[in-house]
């Protein structure tokens, strides 16, 4: 489907956004929520193909970037879970104003996810929700990029001792000096870290009650217990599936998503 990207003003930035028009009219509009850092560049052709095809089901389509991060302006310092809410606040306007519709769904995959039910919650006008393998725990998640870095800065300083570069351990000493945490290459400040670790899903009151997808992207069949709690916590029902499928966020090649994607626009032409 043809697509038109441009820049739209969030704050005191300019986020970069492709939206994927239906060749008639709309019969409502999706944004798009990216998940973090090195997440978010594994999953950009998916979210394409995502975008692409709700767009041929009759969906306006707004896929777009985080301040800081992708083609937006700032730098990736500018980024934090907040500021990434301001941003989706902003592209919810705008999409029922460039594309002339009413009823507005948001989707996620992973960080994205998280974000996306935080807005629905805090907004009250979502009509549906979409979310892919969420995270439920933002501490779990920060630890696991901390393990992630620690993993690359051995490999780095192997490397530095062959070559007599710099040790990059040292490198991210003087950052947490500086109040700077490198999250698997990417730098975030304290207080991004901070809103990271706070997100805790699901929330202790629920109030979200419009149609929600929940999708387990996992290598088995077996539930995951934090998805299955998030999942009874909305009353979700068969509207929480399980996919056995590759995990898209951590995979540099090629990856056929086709499944994932032909779920999500059934279930959005359904309900």
Known sequence: MPFDHFLFPSGDHQLYAALYAPQGPAVGGVVLCAPFAEEQKTSYRTYAQLADRLAASGWATLHFDYAGTGDSSGNFADFSPGAAKNDVNAAVELIRRKAGVESVALFGLRLGAALALDVAEARGDIDRLILWEPITSGEEFFKLNIKRRLVRQMLMRSAAKKTGAADPAKQNAKNEDAGVIDLDGYPLNGTACDELRKIKLPPEKPAFEQPMLLVQISTSEREEADLR??????????????????????????????????LTAEWLRTH
């Open 229 to 262: 709690a998030l999942a009874d916590a909305y009353q979700l029902g068969d509207d929480y599936r399980i996919r056995v499928a590759e995990p898209l966020w951590l995979r540099l090649g090629v990856i056929d998503c086709s499944e994932l994607i032909e």
